[in-house]
DNA sequence: GTCTATAGCAGGATAGAC
DNA sequence: GTCTATCCTGCTATAGAC
């Protein structure tokens, strides 16, 4: 109970939860077996049962776990920023653009964290309340506080939400539907690509903020 | 041979193209059987295998016929703007947002349409391919040609097709993640907010055409 | 040509041996 | 506690009756 016997540290379970969440991600729920999953992570059938007690338990275990601990990793350097004195708007915005196109994550990580969101993104299931409730309110709801304190004239908060979200569409986007990507732009994402991407939405954003004066 | 034989009107093959396509698009092709398909179109197992062959094949064809053929019909407010003498950018970026949006598919039709699109956009497949030689690629050209002829001063394509990347990311976004949408906006799909969602990419989008300026 | 009946296999879950 | 061996269900595909 001290130290390798609970349940966040057992490496097995560990080792399942990684299996599963790479499996998960690349080809969903459905298309994959739990004999496929086990043999991966170089254990048994029956250990998932012992572990999780069912397949969904185990998908939702990844959520709970592994992608809110990347989400939380994601909205670190929002909050960094936030510690600041003062920032300017499109200081966030690049940090928001930044955090989940080239920020925290490992480029295989922002991946998975990607491809996992959208499967669920449009069915309300468990593992979207998951997300929803621990992830992707929190982040929105910081974000447009952030907002809120640095916009030197205000702002309502229906259209800063509208902003929000046509970021997050993007930032998933670009990550999720990267065959998409290459074959329009013709081009690898390699890192002067994602810098690119980067600035663009960034630009693309913050004309969207001060936009409607030009009306 | 000459009216109802030939394999386009066959009345049990339409329905079972009908009915795959509404269970694929709402479950994803591991998680729909063919018994699920064959019951809701009212008819028996045997059947898929006589009109295609095979599950996959089965799948391949509704994107082969009913995925083209709707992307076709949003295609056709486009070229209906071609046609005219001369159009703006701004009608250009609102016909591009409505014809995704709001345009000449049912609702119903465009949430299908959506949700097979996010299926099959990250993992390049059979699928994958039809869609973006005979659907996505043609229309982006397109719509990257009526930019070129509209825009009073040149604007290097890639920076185009960044733009046409960003719209398509927020539609498909709009239409696919419908309950984040209405988790953070705390509202319902109607017409009025369609209309808002159009006039806010439309808006967003002309100001990234023109935002550099300001830089 | 149409459809029933079944083959053959893969899935998740679990009982029970160690 | 661990893991093998097995259960049973549900799948796709097809052979063959009508």
Redesign the pocket.
């Known amino acids: 109970m001290n130290q390798e ?1 609970n349940n966040q540290t ?1 490496p ?1 379970r560990e080792r399942l939860l990684d299996e599963a969440e790479r499996l998960f991600a690349d080809k969903g729920y ?1 298309a ?6 086990t043999t991966a992570a170089d ?8 572990h999780f ?6 998908y939702l275990e990844v959520f709970r776990t592994r992608c809110v601990e990347r989400a939380r990793r994601i909205h670190q350097p929002l909050k960094e920023l936030d510690k600041r004195e003062s920032f300017t708007p499109e200081e966030l915005v690049r940090t928001l653009a930044k955090a989940f196109l080239s920020g925290p994550l490992t480029d295989e990580e922002r991946k998975r964290h990607s491809q996992l969101l959208a499967r669920e993104m449009h069915r309300q299931s468990k593992a979207f309340n998951i997300l929803s409730q621990e992830a992707m309110k929190p982040f929105t709801e910081h974000a447009i506080r952030m907002w809120q304190r640095c916009l030197p004239h205000p702002v309502e908060p229906e259209r800063l939400k509208l902003i929000m979200l046509s970021i997050f569409s993007q930032v998933l986007y670009f990550n999720f539907a990267r065959p998409v990507v290459t074959l329009t732009m013709e081009r690898e994402y390699d890192q002067e690509f994602v810098e690119q991407i980067v600035e663009h939405i960034t630009q693309f954003a913050l004309c969207g903020l001060n936009g409607d004066k030009g009306k």
């Open positions: 016997h057992d097995t459905d994959v077996s739990l004999r496929e999953i254990t048994h059938l029956a250990a998932v049962n012992y007690g069912s397949k969904e338990n185990l």
